[in-house]
């Protein structure tokens, strides 16, 4: 059965921080990005904001990657001059942003048709097997969260997980374990297709324009 999304986990009043703060180098950055948008369009800013406030978490943090306190939307409503609703809206409908405490290496499992059709269903099992946590769970030492997601657009080389930034795609329960334990080890194999073929192109090679393919140096 395709999994069902789960809402976002939004950290209990205990967890959250009483305020948060931009870091100097973080201030100069926000003034940047509000300087992409035109007079008036601020508010087009608020995704950038939420996404330097989860980069800045996950430095400051001892432990674990980044997140979003409530305290920091807020703070991101205050800059832009924006209603405190606004922000929390688009925080809490997109699964990249994490409003809880996640762990150092946020294994994000796509179980959408195209990924569910090849094998996501055993990529998450081997997930929770290795990791012995559930979908939507931390382990104890905060170094793995699993978290399901909707297609990130790579369904040719279904089945995929987003590992923090990076997409490893062409999975197999066995690589996933693999690529579980290297990250024990605090090592990441080489992103993107784990079968060895070159991006979404055929895993047996091009099969027409072979010479245009030469000729452009992709093969
Ligand atoms: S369905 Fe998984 S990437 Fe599109």
Not at 49 to 66: N, S
Not at 92 to 106: D, I, Q, R, S
Not at 144 to 170: H, K, R, S, W
Request: contains cysteine; proline residues 6%; hydrophobic residues 35%.
């Amino acid at each position: 059965m395709i999994g069902v999304i789960m809402k976002p986990v939004i950290a209990p009043e205990k967890d959250q921080p009483k305020s948060f703060t931009f870091t100097k180098a973080n201030e100069k950055t926000i003034k940047d990005i509000i300087a992409r948008y035109p007079k008036g369009k601020q508010k087009s800013a608020i995704m950038p904001l939420l996404d330097l406030v989860q980069r800045q978490m996950a430095q400051t943090t001892e432990k674990g990657g980044g997140w979003i306190p409530t305290a920091a939307m807020k703070e991101i409503a205050r800059i832009l001059d924006v209603p405190e609703m606004k922000v929390y809206e688009v925080a809490t409908f997109y699964t990249m942003y994490n409003l809880a405490p996640v762990g150092k290496y946020n294994i994000q499992c796509c179980t959408t048709t195209p990924c569910w059709l090849r094998g996501s269903t055993d990529i998450v099992k081997a997930c929770e097997k290795k990791l012995g946590i559930k979908m939507g769970q931390t382990t104890q030492d905060m170094q793995f969260t699993l978290t399901e997601v909707e297609c990130m657009g790579a369904c040719v080389n279904a089945p995929m997980v987003q590992i923090n930034d990076d997409y490893y795609e062409d999975l197999t329960p066995e690589v996933m374990e693999q690529l579980i334990e290297s990250m024990k080890g605090d090592s990441l194999p080489v992103k993107g297709p784990q079968n060895g073929r070159r991006d979404s192109m055929n895993i047996d090679g091009p099969t027409s324009l072979k010479d245009e393919a030469k000729k452009a140096k992709v093969i």
